[in-house]
């Protein structure tokens, strides 16, 4: 009789137990995730405000090259129009 009895609570307590491993894992998954994502925010704006300057530093560069191109270029055609 308690083989019996023992053999129903086994049957309706393993499936139980792997729905409840099942949504551990789950859970364990998301909550990996949410850490690997804060993980990743956090580095994103601890460099963002140094790459921000330097793409301004390189913009400024790249203004006044063409500042000084158009310079020539307005120089040259100044030179190449007939004096009167």
Do not use: N, W
């Not at 499936?15 to 909550?31: E, K, N, S, T």
């Amino acid at each position: 009789m308690i083989d019996s009895i023992l053999a129903v609570t086994t049957e309706e307590i393993v499936p139980g137990m792997l729905m409840v491993l099942l949504m551990v894992a789950v859970y364990a998954f998301i909550f990996a995730l949410v850490i690997i994502c804060l993980v990743r925010v956090s580095r994103y704006f601890r460099t963002a405000g140094k790459e921000q300057k330097l793409i301004r530093m390189e913009l400024g560069k790249v203004a006044e090259e063409i500042h000084l191109l158009r310079q020539e270029m307005k120089g040259d055609k100044d030179s190449d129009s007939p004096a009167q």
